[in-house]
């Protein structure tokens, strides 16, 4: 039986992660390890929480005797690093945070599991380190081209330096104890119990309420977003397959400018939900500082090398998602009521 550190699996594709191993695996034990910031909730794992093969412990990825104790009290065979500041709004304001916990928290969690898989200077057998990063530590495209693996990095916002910064303290793990590692970068993921921040929960959330909808700039920034659940199944043949020190890149080629993605929204609910919801709910703001333009990934080698492929088209994605958030207003108000205003407020209205 193999265990399963998810560090971060209360946000949202750390608890798709959970969802979706649990259901493939029966012979597998998740400890979900999280500190339950604004973005952590556990009610994304209500459905699962009593389950006997998952265990849930509250907690810091920089605190290194919480983690140390984990590893004492469970043979710990991979860790799956999904915490973090997510963000990039947040990070232009606060940058300070997404050092803590991407860099130094990555760099905490890569120690206490190096010492505790190591016997005699060698690692022990069948472990390995997983940090979950994004496509966007390579910066921006212009109109032509894709991030490959070997795309240098070049981040721009905060956050995404953040993510660099933790990627090289992985590589550096690799290159100088050689513990076994692998990155994975995936581009924009779309699903159910992403907080309403992110633009595609924030539109469909605006549009349930009625409430002007922000367009950063012209609109015309392009993301290539993939379905939450082919990431999740890109995670786990990484875990299984990925080859020792590998960065993966994850993606379907599904570029879409921002605005298509809030027309889509608008134009869904419009036909079969509300009427009065239209393309009047559209506001263009002040554009974001150093908005990255175009993100493309290029997945040939995690296609060649692993058989990995997209299962959901955005088409079909998209309108899953728009129905899981309607049918999920508990959820919705719940992630909501907290803070959630002020943050609002203070960045859209600045109050
Ligand atoms: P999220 O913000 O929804 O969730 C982050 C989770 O980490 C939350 O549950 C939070 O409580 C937890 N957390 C934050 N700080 C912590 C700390 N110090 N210790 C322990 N737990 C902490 O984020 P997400 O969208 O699910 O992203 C997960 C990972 O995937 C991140 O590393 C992110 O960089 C990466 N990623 C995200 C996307 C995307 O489109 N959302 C795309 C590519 C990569
Ligand atoms: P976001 O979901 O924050 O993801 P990321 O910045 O990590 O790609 O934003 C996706 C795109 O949508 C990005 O180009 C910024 C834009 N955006 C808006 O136009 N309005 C909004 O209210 C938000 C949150 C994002």
Known sequence: MKTYLVTGGAGFIGSNFIHYMLKKYLNIKIINYDKL???GNLENLKFISKNPNYIFVQGDICDREKLQQLFEKYDIDYVINFAAESHVDRSIRDPEVFVKTNVLGTVALLDTAKNAWT????????????????????????????????????????YSSSKASADLMVKAYFDTYK????????????????FPEKLIPLVINNCANKRDIPVYGDGLNIRDWLYVEDHCKAIDMVINNGKLGEAYNIGGHNERTNIYIVKTIISYI????????????????????GHDRRYGIDPTKIKDELGWYPETEFEDG????????LDNKDWMNNVTSG???????????NK
């Open 37 to 39: 910031t604004y973005a």
């Open 318 to 325: 998209i309108i899953k998602t728009i129905k899981w958030y």
């Open 339 to 349: 803070d959630y205003k002020k943050y609002y407020d203070r960045m859209y209205k």
């Open 179 to 194: 513990m076994p590692v692998n990155i994975t970068r995936c581009s924009n993921n779309y699903g159910p119990y992403q």
């Open 119 to 158: 016997l005699e200077g060698e690692f022990k057998q069948g472990k390995k380190y997983l940090q979950v990063s994004t496509d966007e530590v390579y910066g921006s495209l212009g109109k032509e081209g894709y991030f490959t693996e070997k795309t240098p990095l070049d981040s721009h916002s905060p």
């Open 270 to 289: 419009h036909d079969n939900v509300d009427p009065y919801v239209d393309e009047n709910l559209i506001k263009y703001v002040e554009d974001r500082k």
